[in-house]
Structures are given as structure tokens and as C-alpha cells.
């Protein structure tokens, strides 16, 4: 699990749009810059998490010719 230090990225240059209700949106217009950051952080390792279970494959672990398959690959 990432802590809450400063999350090490590439330079953020893309925007995403991310829907949320009214209340919520002026609640985070209402936070603090250490915490506008801190959610920023969390929504990108929470991105981050689902981008790497979209792309789990238990044949990577359990199939050693699935290994040397994608091995040879490269």
C-alpha cells in the first residue's frame, strides 16, 4: 500500500473529468491544499490499482509455459 508521502509520478499533464455530486464538489473546493493533494494522490493510486486488476492474469503465476511464452515475447 502507498503511504501518504509524496506519491513519485511522471509529469501530471493529461486531465481526466471525473463526476461527483454538487455537495461534494464544494466540499473539496473547501479543503485545504494538503488535503486537495492527499485526494489527488489516492484517486491516482486508486486508478493505478484498477488499471493493474483489469490486466491480472493468474496464468502468469500458475502456468510456467505461460511465463516462458511472454518471456520470449520481448
Same mark, same amino acid.
Given at each position: ?7 513519485? +509520478?511522471?509529469?501530471? +499533464?493529461?486531465?481526466? +473529468?471525473? @463526476? $461527483?455530486?454538487?455537495?461534494?464538489? $464544494? ?17 491516482? $493510486? ?27 515475447? @520481448?
Amino acid at each position: 500500500m502507498v503511504t501518504d508521502a509524496r506519491l513519485e +509520478t511522471d509529469k501530471r +499533464t493529461d486531465e481526466f +473529468t471525473l @463526476r $461527483v455530486p454538487s455537495v461534494t464538489k $464544494v466540499a473539496i473546493d473547501r479543503l485545504a491544499p494538503h488535503y486537495k493533494r492527499r485526494l489527488n494522490d489516492r484517486i491516482l $493510486v486508486t486508478i493505478a490499482q484498477v488499471l493493474h486488476e483489469a490486466d491480472f492474469d493468474p496464468r502468469r503465476y500458475l502456468v510456467s509455459e505461460y511465463f516462458e511464452i511472454k518471456k520470449n515475447d @520481448r
